[in-house]
Nanobody
Framework: QVQLVESGGGLVQAGGSLRLSCAAS????????MGWFRQAPGKEREFVAR????????YYADSVKGRFTISRDNAKRTVYLQMNSLKPDDTAVYYC????????????WGQGTQVTVSS
């Protein structure tokens, strides 16, 4: 079992930045592919970014490529999402996820953190 707790969400103006964190506890964290997803009101949950278990591979949705950066620190059991040049369309609840494989089959989800970008 892996427990995931997100933090770092909030309200920011368009063009601003936020850094989300996802702290993992439970069984081995470093073996998991980690990812971020988001869900805006009235929309389906969508993929944002993912990172391999040793951090040597990353993959991004086209909508965030060049603006968002995913990283991980296995010693701290934490994965990060640095979000720059935020747009109102980035407003959503952001979820951390852990899985296996590439692309991963998601086994665990966090509870989500709200990101709101004002225009």
């Amino acid at each position: 079992q892996v427990q995931l707790v997100e933090s770092g969400g909030g309200l920011v103006q368009a063009g601003g930045s936020l850094r989300l964190s996802c702290a993992a506890s439970g069984r081995t964290f470093s073996a998991n592919t980690m990812g971020w997803f988001r869900q805006a009101p009235g929309k389906e949950r969508e993929f944002v970014a993912r990172i391999s278990w040793i951090g040597d591979h990353t993959y991004y949705a086209d909508s965030v490529k060049g603006r968002f950066t995913i990283s991980r620190d296995n010693a701290k059991r934490t994965v990060y999402l640095q979000m720059n040049s935020l747009k109102p369309d980035d407003t959503a609840v952001y979820y951390c996820a852990a899985g296996t494989g590439w692309p991963p089959i998601i086994d665990y989800w966090g509870q989500g953190t709200q990101v709101t970008v004002s225009s």
